[in-house]
């Protein structure tokens, strides 16, 4: 079955996730991906084996890389070696896209700047991912994950008020900014279809953690205030989560209309809250949030999740499991939508991963791949795409260019 990129082919020199996550979207979309690597030394994320307390091999192999690298090509060429850059150069004219998250001072130095390739390649499309973006003092400086969390006001979206900065899981601002450059790049070669331009496109970790927090950042901008951080037992009862008799927590969404307040009274067996002169209204709710939270509390208290997620469910009230990263796997919704898919890795087994988080009627888009090995197909693609002879390949091995 045909994919949307079908017949793209994307060149790639880069590391970690911020960058490499974007090509591999573009990979899940069809495109024909090929990654350069450096011999011997090889992109850094294959060595990552922890983060934090957290185990992130299996079987000898990063997840890290994995999912950074899903579906890949690659090859080993060395960039430092004259040889080596002629050896992309003719890889570039055959390209439509080349991405690359290495820092400007190296991208310079090595000749592999828009300005070089564009000469190769009129029509290429030339992305970079950085960590602060092009212009600025700290264009040059490297970042990661970590640093768009911190450098956004992201670590001040999470927890109550009077907790410390607090940090999201590991990767996900990186996948954000995978998820913005793929975008980025889908535009860019949408443009060149309507004008036959190529051109060069910039997206950063700073700037897509950013524009992840639009609202927040929006509120603040114009309102001149941060949006406050949730404190659970003195907010909006109705926009909050309580824990069930299971000891797991349920999400509950009540709009401001007085028949959404009724019919949720409704579902819970309370309907005497709706006519409770402390509860009538949005402003009373609020003004009397601690002592209705903890009515909900007691109330929730009395029924397991999956008791309650029934009830919402056939009443039509807006509410929802808050699943732990091991409960996804046997989430009937989830499932059924394929944003969990089954694989059978050739390295971890079967397992399950992160399915395509968009449905085409004709051209679907598949997660499932594996990572290539290092310079595994450093032979194929020099003879597919630079028209390379078996002599010529021979002779780049003995003088170590790849």
Request: with cysteine.
């Amino acid at each position: 079955m045909p994919r949307p990129l079908d017949g793209v082919k994307v060149l790639e020199w880069g590391i970690f996730h911020a960058g490499p996550g974007a090509t591999a979207i573009l990979a899940d979309l069809g495109a024909e991906v090929i990654k350069v690597e450096q011999p011997g030394e090889g992109d850094p994320i294959r060595k990552l084996s922890h983060f934090g307390k957290a185990c992130v091999t299996h079987n000898g192999r990063s997840l890290f890389y994995e999912g950074a690298n899903r579906h890949k090509r690659n090859i080993t060429i060395d960039l430092k070696n004259p040889k080596g850059r002629d050896l992309v150069y003719r890889l570039v004219a055959n390209s439509d896209v080349f991405l690359t998250n290495i820092r400007r001072n190296a991208v310079v130095k090595l000749g592999m700047t828009y300005e070089v390739l564009r000469e190769i390649n009129p029509s290429l499309i030339y992305a970079v991912v950085s960590g602060y973006g092009p212009r600025g003092p700290e264009s040059q400086q490297g970042a990661f994950d970590f640093h768009g969390q911190a450098r956004s006001g992201m670590m001040y979206c999470m927890g109550e008020p009077e907790m410390p900065p607090l940090l999201v899981h590991f990767g996900v601002i990186d996948q954000a900014t995978s998820i913005m450059a793929s975008h980025a790049i889908l535009s860019a070669l949408y443009a060149r279809e309507r004008t036959g331009k190529g051109q060069e496109v910039h997206v950063s970790i700073l700037s897509s953690a950013l524009f992840l927090q639009y609202f927040n950042v929006m509120n603040g901008m114009i309102m001149g205030q941060p949006v406050p951080r949730h404190e659970r037992l003195s907010t909006d009862a109705l926009r909050n989560y309580y824990r069930c008799k299971d000891g797991k927590w349920i999400c509950v969404t009540v709009s401001y209309q007085m028949s959404a307040w009724e019919g949720f009274c409704r579902a819970i067996e309370h309907e005497e809250l709706a006519s409770d002169a402390r509860f009538m209204t949005r402003e009373s709710r609020f003004e009397n949030c601690e002592d209705l939270i903890a009515l909900l509390d007691a109330m929730f208290a009395t029924r397991t999740q999956a008791e309650w997620h029934d009830i919402f469910v056939k009443e039509g009230i807006f509410a929802t499991k808050v699943n732990s990263p091991m409960d996804l796997n046997s989430d009937e919704q989830i499932l059924a939508n394929d944003y969990l898919v089954e694989y059978d890795h050739p390295f971890f087994g079967r397992s399950m991963l992160p399915g395509y988080p968009a449905h085409f009627s004709e051209t679907p888009a598949d997660t499932r791949g594996r990572a290539p090995e290092q310079g595994e197909h450093t032979e194929e693609v020099l003879k597919e795409l630079g028209c390379f002879s078996e002599a010529e390949i021979a002779e780049l091995r003995i003088e170590g260019v790849i």
